[in-house]
């Protein structure tokens, strides 16, 4: 077997330890691939990290990952990543709030950590498959030659939402093990069947490098010093109270205000420059039209036709005869029907995408949509198929 012929039926797991990339390990391992296990160390646990047991990335997790990939005969290994996650994704965390948004960390962690770094890593092993535990699927397209990021075949675990940044390099080299299992039992069973110390593993739910969930104590904490107190008002500028600093507040929130007020009040917007929280009711909190930036384009109906594109690695446009493939776009003006979710939990909603100039979207739904966030990711759909994404940019207010 040659050296490429080799690379190619090897591949790094990224280890979490829990219970779905142990399971996605395995099912490698039984494809034939020669398999080597990896967890990525993205901070210092006494500094930020606690042992919890609704998280990913703790001590206890690289244990229950060197135990999963020694009882599968894999050779494992645990690689520092903390400064890169530092910069890349805790960094940024603190710089969304402090600008007025709610950022989503796990699409920053999978897009600079585990199909960066890591990938980097996986040459460096002579490696050509990455493979996670996420619930998506790959296919390729031979009309558009383009990869295409599909949806679990398990609609209430699907994790395209946190790919879309996935570019078509990374998603030809990225297998999701998991994608075709229809339910989460399942996995868990074939966890007991190998014997998994994670078997009945809870899933991670909150962001692993926050203590108790508390977002505003942990910045606080990371950048030394407390944000000053304000007003809360209402939509015509009557003073309600007083907030505790605009970083712990966050578009559609109720809970916490600390207000006694005669009916529900939302957070419905942040005004920076005058340090104050706006207040509405429920019904102030539908908008119908965002703006969303730094788009990733994976596919999008149209693709496998010719078609002018703007190159992003040269800036030029171009036209392509054989189809749009590489990092490329739909030239500015395309419109686009979709679904889109602009939140991770959100259902999703149709709409009307008209591509912008510099390869974003203005996005219209056909209804309003509860507390569009500044800083939360908008990604696109065509069926199962995941046109792309971006980052929520402008949010009209009415």
């Known amino acids: 077997m040659s050296e490429k012929e080799h690379a190619e039926k090897r591949a ?10 142990s399971v996605a390990a395995a099912l490698m391992l039984k494809m034939g691939y020669e398999c080597i296990g990896v967890t990525m160390k993205l901070y210092s646990n ?34 520092n990543f903390a400064d ?11 710089r969304t709030y402090e600008e007025g948004g709610t950022p ?14 890591l990938y980097d890593r996986a040459r460096e092993l002579s490696c050509d498959t990455i493979v996670t535990g996420h619930y998506a699927r790959t296919h390729y397209d031979e009309k558009s030659g383009r990869w295409q990021l599909l949806r679990s075949e398990n609609p209430a675990k699907d994790q395209t939402y946190v790919l879309y940044a996935m570019t078509q390099d990374q998603l030809a080299h990225t297998v999701f093990p998991l994608g075709s299992y229809r339910d989460k039992e399942q996995v868990r069973q ?3 069947e190998y014997g998994f110390v994670n078997a009945q593993k809870p899933d991670s739910q909150d ?26 008002v209402d939509e015509d500028g009557r003073v309600l ?16 205000l600390g207000l006694a007020l005669p009916h529900p009040m939302y957070v419905k917007a942040k005004d920076m420059e005058k340090n104050e929280v706006i207040l509405s009711e429920n019904s102030g909190l539908y908008s119908s039209r965002l703006e969303a930036g730094d788009f990733n384009w994976i596919w999008w109906p149209g693709a496998e036709k010719t078609c002018h594109f703007e190159d992003i ?70 069926g199962e198929r995941v046109i792309g994404g971006g980052t929520i940019t402008r949010v009209p207010r009415t």
């Open 84 to 94: 890169d996650f530092q910069a890349k994704v805790i960094d940024k965390f603190i």
């Open 46 to 79: 006494e500094d930020i990290g606690v042992c919890r047991t609704h998280t990913c990335c703790s001590l206890d997790d690289v244990e229950d990952a060197r135990a999963v990939a020694g009882r599968l005969g894999m050779r494992y290994y645990v690689f």
């Open 241 to 256: 109270g007083e907030h505790k600093g605009l970083i712990r507040y966050t578009i559609g929130q109720r809970k916490g």
């Open 104 to 117: 989503n960390p796990c699409i920053d962690c999978n897009r600079y950590m585990k199909f960066d770094k």
């Open 313 to 382: 690695e040269s800036g030029t446009e171009q036209q392509d005869a054989g189809g749009c493939a590489g990092q490329r776009r739909p030239a500015p003006g395309t419109v686009l029907r979709a679904t889109a979710k602009p939140r991770y939990r959100a259902v999703e909603a149709a709409g009307t995408a008209v591509v912008l100039d510099d390869g974003g979207v203005s996005f219209t739904f056909d209804e309003p949509q509860r507390a569009l966030t500044l800083g939360q990711a908008l990604v696109l759909y065509d």
């Open 12 to 21: 790094l797991i990224a280890m979490s330890g829990g219970v779905d990339s």
């Open 207 to 232: 962001i692993c490098f926050v203590q108790n969930g508390d977002y505003g104590d942990f910045i606080e904490r990371q950048i030394g010093h407390t944000y000053p107190h304000g007003r809360f």
């Open 190 to 192: 074939t966890a007991e």
